[in-house]
């Protein structure tokens, strides 16, 4: 895509989720708004999708795991997270959403979180019990309380054969949250 100054930058964070496959369209759907889009996975979302989808589709690099230098910037999670219109955090685990609760810092994602000058908007996906779980709960709670834009859960047939509340909520609603993010900032 070709950057001009007024192209906003947004980073998506994917995380060990069964719907990390979802996150691929995510980034068709936010490229359809005219945004930059650079993606970052832990460890485990790796295992559910490969980097180089999301290469292929944002024609960016894309770091995955622990932090380390790369060719293309030695502190990738500080420049893009100095450079983010807004950060998304999609699929975002229990426990991603447990470490960003409490300030955590282990890899790329949950660093570049951490240091994110920008506003972030979370979207969780897991299994209905983890998400009841009171843990999980206070953990939204907490993120919510630093005004971090927590999204709700969809409900219906989870990826275990489970039915509740626990999807990732239609990607049209983050699109929309992220772009009513962008224009409340
Ligand atoms: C098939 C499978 C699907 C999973 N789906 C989810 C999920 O949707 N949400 C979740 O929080 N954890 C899920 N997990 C567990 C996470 O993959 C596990 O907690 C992992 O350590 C998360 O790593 P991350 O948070 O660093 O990405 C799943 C595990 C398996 C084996």
Not at 30 to 55: C, H, I, N, S
Not at 107 to 115: G, I, K, N
Request: hydrophobic share 50%; net charge neutral.
């Amino acid at each position: 895509m070709k950057e001009n100054k007024a192209t906003k930058t947004i980073v998506l964070g994917v995380t060990g989720s069964i719907a990390a496959y979802k996150a691929a369209e995510l980034v068709r759907r936010m490229q359809q708004q005219g945004w930059d889009v650079w993606v970052m996975m832990t460890e485990a979302a790796a295992k559910y999708v490969g980097p180089l989808t999301f290469q292929a589709l944002t024609k960016h690099p894309v770091a995955v795991g622990k932090c380390e230098a790369v060719e293309s910037s030695t502190y990738q999670h500080l420049d893009l997270s100095g450079r983010a219109a807004v950060m998304v955090v999609a699929p975002c685990t229990a426990n991603v959403l447990a470490k960003l609760a409490h300030g955590l810092a282990d890899d790329v994602v949950t660093a570049t979180v951490l240091a994110a000058a920008g506003p972030v908007v979370v979207a969780p996906a897991m299994n209905e019990r983890m998400w009841r779980n009171p843990a999980t709960q206070a953990n939204v709670k907490t993120l919510k309380e630093r005004g971090v834009l927590v999204l709700d859960v969809g409900e219906g047939e989870l990826a275990c054969g489970d039915v509740g509340a626990g999807r990732l909520i239609e990607l049209e609603h983050i699109v929309a949250a992220v772009a009513q993010t962008m224009k409340e900032g």
